[in-house]
Structure formats: structure tokens, C-alpha cells
């Protein structure tokens, strides 16, 4: 897994760090369901192990924000922040609902 040191970008790089990987895991997502409904289910299974390891990166990015403010670092809490933190619990969400569809539609061999 990559890991990206804080304290050597600028608030907005934080940000579009999150917003890079979470956007590059929702991408593959996306096309994991489309691989599936090409019959390429192993392919699927790929692109979803690889969409949770671009979220890791990301939610690495977070509990860094987060452990920065614990110990009494005062984040700067902007729009573009707020934007890429939703981006990246959407695609989460995302994953979490790909996943269980995917595995019910191979349950039932569909």
C-alpha cells in the first residue's frame, strides 16, 4: 500500500489525494460491474481487490487528518475537504452495495 506523507503537501493536495484514490477505486467499481455482466467475473474480482486497495490509500489519507486534529492540530476545514471526505464515503458505500450485488448474482448463477 502507498503511503502518502501530510506533512509534505498543502491542504489541497490532501484533498485531491483523497479524491484521486477514492475516485480511481469508484472507476473500477464501475467497471467491475460491467466486467460481471460480460461474464468476466474473475475480472470483476480484480478490479474489486484493486478499488480497496486505492480506498486503503485514501482512508489512510483520512485517519492521518484525523489523528493530526487529535493530537491538537487544528485542520483546516474547507469546501474542497468537505467534497473530497463525501467522495470518498460514497465510494465506500459504493463498494460495500458492488460487492453484495455481486456476490448475490453469483449465488443465484446469474
Not at 15 to 39: C, D, T
Not at 52 to 79: C, M, P, R, W, Y
Request: proline letters at 0%; a negative charge; aromatic letters at 2%.
Amino acid at each position: 500500500m502507498e503511503k502518502i506523507d501530510l506533512s509534505q503537501l498543502t491542504n489541497e493536495q490532501v484533498a485531491f489525494q483523497l479524491i484521486l484514490h477514492s475516485g480511481n477505486a469508484r472507476s473500477k467499481i464501475v467497471q467491475a460491474i460491467r466486467e460481471y455482466r460480460a461474464g468476466q467475473t474473475r475480472e470483476a474480482e480484480r478490479l474489486i481487490q484493486e478499488a480497496e486497495q486505492d480506498l486503503s490509500v485514501a482512508h489512510d489519507v483520512h485517519f492521518q487528518l484525523i489523528q493530526k486534529e487529535a493530537g491538537g492540530e487544528e485542520t483546516n476545514l474547507t469546501l474542497l475537504l468537505m467534497h473530497a471526505e463525501d467522495h470518498v464515503m460514497s465510494t465506500l458505500a459504493m463498494k460495500e452495495i458492488v460487492k453484495e450485488m455481486l456476490a448475490l448474482l453469483k449465488e443465484r448463477n446469474l
